[in-house]
């Protein structure tokens, strides 16, 4: 669904997926393979349901903003078995793992042909790097901001001069994994990676 007034903008969308009969990759000591212990298993299902909501707004004629909603219920229906059939990874009823549920994006722009500056939000939501859902990476929020200049007159015109700082607030989180896994219950698996820490940096355009 989508509708466009004169300063507003809103868009929706909603979605249900059902994925089956997905393959993964094992290296498995009971492979029926004798030169190879690496084999592909059908680990059954996952069911997604999803919604993503945005909305912008032009404030003025300098002036515009923007925040959009994703919600993805994603999980899985079946457990993975060996092919004896024993139990291996419990994941019914679990999260995907590495897929945070909530995710919330913001901006605020202003722009008057000369000075520009811009500010955003991002929120990502609690998500999990282990199959079986036993310990959970926590949400984080982020801002970044802007603020430049173009010159339009003089001996500087057509150069533009900008100052942008991410992670305004030296925000510590958890950004990204190495790898997922089965399971961790006491947090002993090295596989996840730090975000990156407050920065800032100028830069310097010109147009001939």
Same mark, same amino acid.
């Given at each position: 669904?989508?509708?466009?007034?004169?300063?507003? +903008? =809103?868009?929706?969308?909603? @979605?249900? #997926?059902?994925?089956?009969?997905?393959?993964?990759?094992?290296?498995?000591?009971?492979? &029926?393979? %004798?030169?190879? +212990?690496?084999? @592909?298993?059908?680990?059954?299902?996952?069911?997604? %349901?999803?919604?993503?909501?945005? %909305?912008?707004?032009?404030?003025?004629?300098? *002036?515009?903003?923007?925040?959009?909603?994703?919600?993805? !219920?994603?999980?899985?229906?079946?457990? #993975?078995?060996? !092919?004896?059939?024993? *139990?291996?990874?419990?994941?019914?009823?679990?999260?995907? =793992?590495?897929?945070?549920?909530?995710?919330?994006?913001?901006?605020?722009?202003?722009?008057?042909?000369?000075?520009?500056?811009?500010?955003?939000? $991002?929120?990502? /939501?609690?998500?999990?790097?282990?199959?079986?859902?036993?310990? &959970?990476?926590?949400?984080?929020?982020?801002?970044?901001?802007?603020?430049?200049?173009?010159?339009?007159? /003089?001996?500087?015109?057509? $150069? +533009?001069?900008?100052?942008?700082?991410?992670?305004?607030?030296? +925000?510590?989180?958890?950004?990204?994994?190495?790898?997922? $896994?089965?399971?961790? &219950? $006491?947090?002993?698996?090295? #596989?996840?990676?730090?975000?990156? &820490?407050?920065?800032?940096?100028?830069?310097?355009?010109?147009?001939?």
């Amino acid at each position: 669904w989508r509708w466009r007034g004169e300063r507003l +903008e =809103a868009l929706a969308a909603a @979605y249900y #997926v059902q994925f089956d009969d997905r393959l993964a990759y094992f290296s498995a000591s009971d492979s &029926p393979i %004798l030169v190879s +212990e690496t084999i @592909y298993r059908n680990v059954g299902s996952v069911r997604t %349901l999803g919604l993503e909501a945005t %909305l912008r707004a032009k404030f003025t004629d300098t *002036l515009s903003g923007m925040v959009s909603y994703t919600y993805n !219920d994603s999980e899985y229906q079946d457990d #993975v078995l060996t !092919d004896a059939g024993v *139990l291996e990874i419990a994941t019914k009823g679990k999260q995907v =793992a590495g897929s945070p549920r909530d995710l919330i994006k913001a901006g605020l722009d202003y722009d008057d042909g000369s000075l520009f500056a811009n500010v955003s939000y $991002t929120y990502n /939501g609690k998500w999990y790097y282990t199959y079986e859902n036993d310990n &959970p990476v926590k949400g984080y929020s982020l801002v970044d901001a802007a603020l430049g200049y173009r010159f339009s007159a /003089g001996w500087a015109k057509g $150069t +533009e001069v900008s100052v942008n700082v991410s992670n305004v607030f030296d +925000e510590r989180y958890i950004g990204s994994y190495s790898a997922l $896994t089965e399971r961790d &219950p $006491t947090g002993d698996q090295q #596989v996840l990676l730090m975000g990156a &820490p407050r920065a800032a940096f100028v830069t310097l355009r010109r147009s001939f």
